[in-house]
């Protein structure tokens, strides 16, 4: 069956780096963009970064500079390196794979920026 399993979260002193990693399985990775998404408390689940299927990338305004997204399709797996870590980062991150016969979702990682 379809997996999406992220991994890499944790807490993490501001100004400090985590590499976020989701490994898929059960579907064709390589012919699908893969994305993602954060989602802090009482806020709405938003658009962090994403690579299509050829490598081009996408990140929102908030995190330009200091998040780097990757895919390595050998591996099945997509990585998110965040760097210059923001109180406002604090959130869980979720994994998503979309392609235009649909979408799957990860079960989430949690990233606590505090001191």
């Known amino acids: 069956q379809v997996q999406l399993v992220e991994s890499g979260g944790g807490l993490v002193q501001p100004g400090g780096s985590l590499r976020l990693s989701c490994a898929a399985s059960g579907f064709t990775f390589s012919n699908y963009v893969m994305r993602w998404y954060r989602q802090a408390p009482g806020k709405e689940r938003e658009l962090v970064a994403s690579i299509n299927i050829v490598g081009g990338t996408y990140w929102a305004d908030s995190v330009k500079g200091r998040f780097t997204i990757s895919r390595d399709n050998a591996k099945n797996t997509v990585y998110l390196q965040m760097n210059s870590l923001k109180r406002e980062d604090t959130a869980v991150y979720y994994c998503?794979?979309?392609?235009?016969?649909?979408?799957?979702w990860g079960q989430g990682t949690q990233v606590t920026v505090s001191s």
């Open positions: 998503n794979a979309w392609a235009s016969r649909g979408a799957y």
